[in-house]
């Protein structure tokens, strides 16, 4: 039973693969069946003074992809920053750069998910209000899909839309390094890693690019 919560300590001693292999396990936990029982109460006693969560994870936004459930964690182990399209921005930016400078977190992990319906919008040019512009953030995916996959550049293509959903999150990878120089120089310390993944729907594996 998880009934115990991260502390300093444990989140000092923590190396960043330590971290990814931990969620990767949990992950597997979840894929077969073997989820950890959590005592909520004693990790919300735990946690009302601090918080030394090991990883953030920018995920989307979808409720098919809960990412604490599929990654098999509990309350104070990590930060989740969502977005329709799992794509940074300044905000997203700042989220990130207290997890790990501020609070302590070794790993971001930017979790792209399959069949995903924001990626499948800006593959279809979709524009609608305040979701136009949030789409104009997936588009450098979708033009770098339309030079990598044959056949039809929307979201009728499933191999177009698969590769679009891989190339957005090594895109905002990318980005994020571009844009932060404090989680940039972070991770050339050897502070943090900033790794990129899909998750299944059909399986509820998390598969790693």
Not at 46 to 63: E, H
Not at 157 to 185: C, P, W, Y
Request: hydrophobic share 40%; net charge negative; proline share 2%.
């Amino acid at each position: 039973m998880k009934n115990t919560a991260i502390t300093k300590d444990v989140q000092v001693a923590m190396t960043p693969n330590n971290v990814l292999q931990d969620l990767l396990e949990g992950n597997n936990r979840f894929v077969g069946g073997n989820s950890q029982t959590t005592d909520n109460s004693a990790l919300v006693n735990q946690t009302t003074g601090g918080q030394f969560p090991k990883a953030v994870v920018l995920s989307c936004i979808d409720s098919r992809v809960p990412v604490e459930t599929v990654l098999d964690q509990a309350i104070g182990d990590i930060f989740v920053a969502r977005v329709a399209g799992n794509f940074e921005n300044v905000d997203i930016l700042g989220s990130l750069e207290y997890s790990c400078n501020v609070a302590g977190s070794k790993l971001i992990l930017v979790l792209g998910h399959e069949s995903c319906g924001a990626v499948k919008a800006a593959c279809d040019g979709v524009e609608l209000g305040n979701i136009t512009a949030m789409l104009d953030n997936i588009m450098p995916a979708v033009r770098k899909s339309a030079d990598e996959v044959e056949g039809e550049a929307n979201s009728s293509n499933k191999a177009f839309v698969a590769k679009t959903v891989e190339n957005n999150v090594r895109l905002t990878i990318e980005r994020i390094r571009e844009k932060s120089q404090i989680l940039t120089e972070m991770e050339d310390n050897g502070e943090i890693q900033i790794v990129g993944g899909v998750y299944s729907l059909h399986t509820g594996k998390v598969e790693m690019l």
